[in-house]
């Protein structure tokens, strides 16, 4: 079983910047493919970011250009940076891992991080 740990949340202010930190507790082939879901208050989950064991990366496209994540496979940890933070960017970010990129972008990952809050004042 593969636990997932979330940091780097916070408040910041509009156009400010965040790093969030997500890593695993044990080596699993569900590793293969990690990213990041989002849920804002009154909306359902959205596809953030993604990336492979190769680091083949996936964003979805209204945020590519202002996040970007990668990973350190020693570590067992994702990364998403984020800049240009705006008020519309404030959810709870959950990490997920799966053995699929496919899976991770819909959703259907095998393992979830408990989230971090990200809030961007105006």
């Known amino acids: 079983q593969v636990e997932l740990v979330e940091s780097g949340g916070g408040v910041v202010e509009a156009g400010g910047s965040l790093r969030l930190s997500c890593t695993a507790s044990?080596?699993?082939?569900?590793?293969?493919?990690m990213g990041w879901f989002r849920q804002a208050p009154g909306k359902e989950r959205e596809f953030v970011a993604g990336?492979?064991?190769?680091?083949?990366?996936y964003y979805a496209d209204s945020l590519r250009g202002r996040f970007t994540v990668s990973r350190d496979n020693a570590a067992r940890t994702v990364y998403l940076q984020m800049n240009s933070l705006e008020p519309e960017d404030t959810a709870v970010y959950y990490c997920?891992?799966?053995?699929?990129?496919?899976?991770?972008?819909?959703?259907?990952?095998?393992?979830w991080g408990r989230g971090t809050q990200v809030t961007v004042s105006s």
């Open positions: 997920e891992t799966s053995f699929k990129s496919s899976s991770l972008r819909e959703g259907a990952a095998e393992y």
């Open positions: 044990l080596d699993s082939a569900t590793l293969y493919a």
């Open positions: 990336i492979t064991w190769e680091a083949r990366t």
